[in-house]
């Protein structure tokens, strides 16, 4: 499960603890809007833009073994990001 906010990641990190033990749960937020000019760039920026959200998802189906590493390699080549973001260490 991926649990995404532009605001804090404290607030997806506040119901970690409803999610039933041993399931994944990444987690993607910021800690404010002070650091870019638009909401996109912030986004961005914090790495929790449509291209961040799909490449943690497809890290963290990697990881149960439901998506091969060739996908995860093509994924990361064809989207824009990060490749050293925390959830895909």
């Known amino acids: ?3 995404v906010s532009d605001y804090v990641r404290a607030v997806p990190e506040s119901i970690r603890a409803f999610v039933p033990e041993g ?3 990444v987690t993607l937020g910021t800690d404010g809007f002070g650091r870019s000019d638009t909401r996109a760039a912030l986004r961005s920026f914090f790495e929790v833009d ?3 959200i799909v490449l943690a998802a497809l890290h963290a189906l990697h990881r149960q073994g439901m998506v091969s590493e060739q996908v ?10 990060d490749p050293s973001a925390p959830w895909q260490r």
């Open 1 to 3: 499960m991926v649990a």
């Open 23 to 25: 399931r994944p749960y």
């Open 50 to 52: 449509a291209a961040s």
């Open 72 to 81: 995860l390699a093509d994924a990361r080549a064809a989207l824009p990001g």
